[in-house]
């Protein structure tokens, strides 16, 4: 079965800082990958995703991502992170093309200091 | 598009009491909706799959007479929380996905339901 592992629980940036929350995953085979972001009380919002082709990534809100296999990695990016970044940040992978069904990781909690 | 309802976004009731959440796709049809659990400062759990038209599955653990999952139409699942007690509070967020090809394997997600049970 595969799993996602996000080794970072809790990560504090100053804002205009550059931001890397790490994703691994574990997998046989080339997975469907997600970057979710929750606010408190919110559901999640789909940030990016990977199929296939170009391992780099773009995102909504200036976040990218890029895939790699070597790694089993799918690391989350972004130049410079706003006040408004804060909140919580899943990753997500899928193998299942019929199912849709994802497995989640614990979660990183982004804090951005002023 | 792609937007995914639910209701209602709070719930309070009283133990012993069943509480029904909805989830609608509201722009497109969801083949399937996802039903998921999610504790403060944890992750997402799976609690079940469920397919228009058929039986939910349901994950390792999660007592199917105890969290009933309906899909009756394409735009419209419901989770029964049934004889509700303080533990079942909680965050539930759903989900519905759609096969296509462009698609395939997205999940849009709910903004997520959160129940007291007192």
């Known amino acids: 079965a595969q799993s996602v592992t996000q080794p970072d629980i809790h990560i504090t940036v100053s804002e205009g800082a550059s931001l890397e929350l790490r994703c691994n995953y574990s997998y046989g085979a080339t997975p469907y990958l997600f970057w979710y972001v929750q606010s408190p009380g919110q559901g999640l919002q789909l940030l990016l995703k990977y199929f296939s082709g170009d391992t780099l990534v773009q995102g909504i809100k200036g976040f990218e991502a890029e895939f790699k296999r070597s790694q089993s990695s799918f690391n989350l990016r972004k130049p410079s992170v706003h006040w408004s970044d804060a909140a919580e940040y899943f990753c997500?992978?899928?193998?299942?093309?019929?199912?849709?069904?994802?497995?989640f990781g614990d979660g990183t909690t982004l804090t951005v200091k002023p | 598009g792609a937007v995914v309802s639910q209701h209602p976004s709070r719930v309070i009731c009283k133990s012993g009491t069943s509480v029904k959440i909805e989830c609608r796709s509201l722009d497109f049809q969801a083949t399937t909706m996802f039903w998921y659990r999610q504790f403060p400062k944890q992750s997402l759990m799976l609690m079940a799959t469920s397919n228009e038209g058929s039986k939910a599955t349901y994950e390792q653990g999660v007592e199917k007479d105890k969290f009933l999952i309906n899909h009756a139409s394409l735009t419209l699942s419901t989770l029964t929380v049934t004889s509700a007690h303080p533990e079942d509070s909680s965050f539930y967020i759903c989900?519905?996905?759609?096969?296509?090809?462009?698609?395939?394997?997205?999940?849009?997600f709910g903004p997520g339901t959160r129940l007291t049970v007192l």
């Open positions: 997500a992978v899928a193998v299942n093309t019929n199912a849709g069904k994802s497995t």
């Open positions: 989900s519905a996905s759609t096969l296509g090809a462009r698609t395939y394997n997205e999940q849009f």
